[in-house]
Nanobody, 123 residues
Framework: VQLQASGGGLVQAGDSLRLSCAAAGGTFSRYTMGWFRQAPGQEREFVAA????????NYGDSVRGRSTISRDNAKNTVYLQMNSLKPEDAAVYCC?????????????????WGQGTLVTVSS
């Protein structure tokens, strides 16, 4: 499956942003989907994950309470709504798909990765 993230941009601290990740070439509903981010000089960080049906979600500590992950299996798309953005949220955000791991999958268990979208947050 091919994944393409979009929706990044330059925002001010306190603003909201919705990222999208479109999938193609696979049966989208078979995949657990995740969002990750990586800032310059830092390791890739888990942001959020959503189960195949959308019934379960999981969030990283840094975004819990400020972000919502959702999916539309009819549109083969997963979303990440981020609110109350902080300068430390600035990073390249990418989506990933996992086909057959336990819930929630860890970073190394994701099978497919897309190119990221850049989020910049000004203070």
């Amino acid at each position: 499956v091919q994944l393409q993230a979009s929706g990044g941009g330059l925002v001010q601290a306190g603003d909201s942003l919705r990222l999208s990740c479109a999938a193609a070439g696979g049966t989208f509903s078979r995949y657990t989907m995740g969002w990750f981010r990586q800032a310059p000089g830092q390791e890739r960080e888990f942001v959020a994950a959503i189960s195949r049906s959308g019934g379960m979600t999981n969030y990283g500590d840094s975004v819990r309470g400020r972000s919502t992950i959702s999916r539309d299996n009819a549109k083969n798309t997963v979303y990440l709504q981020m609110n109350s953005l902080k300068p430390e949220d600035a990073a390249v955000y990418c989506c990933a798909a996992d086909e057959d791991s336990r819930w929630p999958p860890i970073l190394d268990e994701y099978d497919y990765w897309g190119q990221g979208t850049l989020v910049t947050v000004s203070s």
